[in-house]
């Protein structure tokens, strides 16, 4: 298995994109069974590569499955899925900053791919499909982020004049990286905005509002202490992530992950790739 987790970005695209992910495993004489992936909301929105092998998506509540694209663009998700993994599973994601998607897709109000996966061939240039097409005959794992990345920096000079960090961008960055409760009134003085514009800017950038993205960002940050930190106590993740009690981290569990999280854990560390937080 092959697996870089935060590969930094080109200093040109760092005020846009945190960091790429990339994740080879040959699966082939694995069963089907067990190449599946629990992946319950997490508090980023990205772009996934897969160059190799097709990878399947599975909605956990009704068993749902839908094949991926060789690239797709992935909203704010609110419930989880499961990612079936092909033989040749290679991954690619880029791990946008928050609030940047809604401005790469041209003000596209998230609410339109909020719970589902979208190719992104349908919504970028044709570059998009020469850079799809470059990637499968590829095999330099840095040159297949050169080639990811030349395009981005064409697409970012191409919006330069529209690309501007706001303040609501700062607001939801708070947000995603704090374990403090931060109150509306606060979250909306950052952003400069009224009660009313906050929630409709959240509507436009995540697809929710402040406080479910909070709890969801929350939830997110638990999740990886865990994952990252099997040795403590849930009790201390609780605390440590911003919850009240280990009541209120088990009430997001169980909406969000569908189990308890002793449960999630098991189910990520009998995945492929084991004990890696990422998409699929």
Same mark, same amino acid.
């Given at each position: 298995?092959?697996?870089?987790?935060?590969?930094?970005?080109?200093?040109?695209?760092? !005020?846009?994109?945190?960091?790429?992910?990339?994740?080879?495993?040959?699966?082939?004489?694995?069963?089907?069974?067990?190449?599946?992936?629990?992946?319950? !909301?997490?508090?980023?929105?990205?772009?996934?590569?897969?160059?190799?092998?097709?990878?399947?998506? /599975?909605?956990?509540?009704?068993?749902?499955?839908?094949?991926?694209?060789?690239? /797709?663009?992935? %909203?704010?998700?609110?419930?989880?899925?499961?990612?079936?993994? %092909?033989?040749?599973?290679?991954?690619?994601?880029?791990?946008?900053?928050?609030?940047?998607?809604?401005?790469?897709?041209?003000?596209?109000?998230?609410?339109?791919?909020?719970?589902?996966? /979208?190719?992104?061939?349908?919504?970028?240039?044709?570059? /998009?499909?020469?850079?799809?097409?470059?990637?499968?005959?590829?095999?330099?794992?840095?040159?297949?982020?050169?080639?990811?990345?030349?395009?981005?920096?064409?697409?970012?000079?191409?919006?330069?004049?529209?690309?501007?960090?706001?303040?609501?961008?700062?607001?939801?960055?708070?947000?995603?990286?704090?374990?403090?409760?931060?109150?509306?009134?606060?979250?909306?003085?950052?952003?400069?905005?009224?009660?009313?514009?906050?929630?409709?800017?959240?509507?436009?950038?995540?697809?929710?509002?402040?406080?479910?993205?909070?709890?969801?960002?929350?939830?997110?940050?638990?999740?990886?202490?865990?994952?990252?930190?099997?040795?403590?106590?849930?009790?201390?993740?609780?605390?440590?992530?911003?919850?009240?009690?280990?009541?209120?981290?088990?009430?997001?569990?169980?909406?969000?992950?569908?189990?308890?999280?002793?449960?999630?854990?098991?189910?990520?560390?009998?995945?492929?790739?084991?004990?890696?937080?990422?998409? %699929?």
């Amino acid at each position: 298995m092959v697996f870089f987790p935060h590969i930094q970005p080109h200093s040109a695209l760092r !005020p846009y994109v945190r960091h790429y992910l990339l994740l080879h495993v040959q699966l082939s004489n694995t069963p089907s069974a067990q190449r599946i992936k629990p992946i319950p !909301p997490d508090a980023d929105q990205s772009l996934f590569f897969y160059p190799r092998s097709v990878a399947q998506t /599975i909605v956990n509540r009704n068993g749902e499955t839908r094949p991926n694209p060789s690239s /797709i663009f992935v %909203g704010q998700q609110t419930s989880r899925i499961n990612i079936l993994h %092909g033989e040749d599973h290679l991954i690619i994601q880029v791990c946008f900053r928050p609030g940047f998607l809604y401005q790469l897709l041209g003000g596209m109000p998230a609410t339109e791919f909020q719970g589902k996966e /979208i190719d992104a061939e349908c919504l970028m240039d044709a570059g /998009i499909t020469e850079l799809n097409n470059r990637l499968r005959e590829e095999t330099d794992y840095r040159r297949m982020i050169d080639l990811i990345e030349s395009y981005l920096l064409k697409r970012i000079d191409s919006l330069a004049r529209s690309l501007q960090l706001e303040p609501i961008d700062r607001a939801i960055l708070a947000i995603k990286e704090t374990n403090q409760l931060l109150s509306l009134d606060w979250i909306a003085d950052q952003a400069c905005l009224s009660s009313r514009q906050l929630e409709r800017k959240f509507q436009e950038r995540l697809g929710m509002g402040p406080k479910f993205y909070a709890r969801i960002a929350r939830f997110d940050r638990a999740f990886k202490l865990k994952a990252s930190n099997p040795q403590l106590d849930w009790l201390d993740v609780a605390y440590a992530c911003g919850y009240f009690d280990y009541s209120h981290l088990m009430r997001d569990f169980r909406q969000f992950a569908e189990v308890s999280p002793t449960m999630l854990i098991a189910q990520d560390n009998a995945s492929p790739g084991t004990g890696n937080r990422y998409h %699929g």
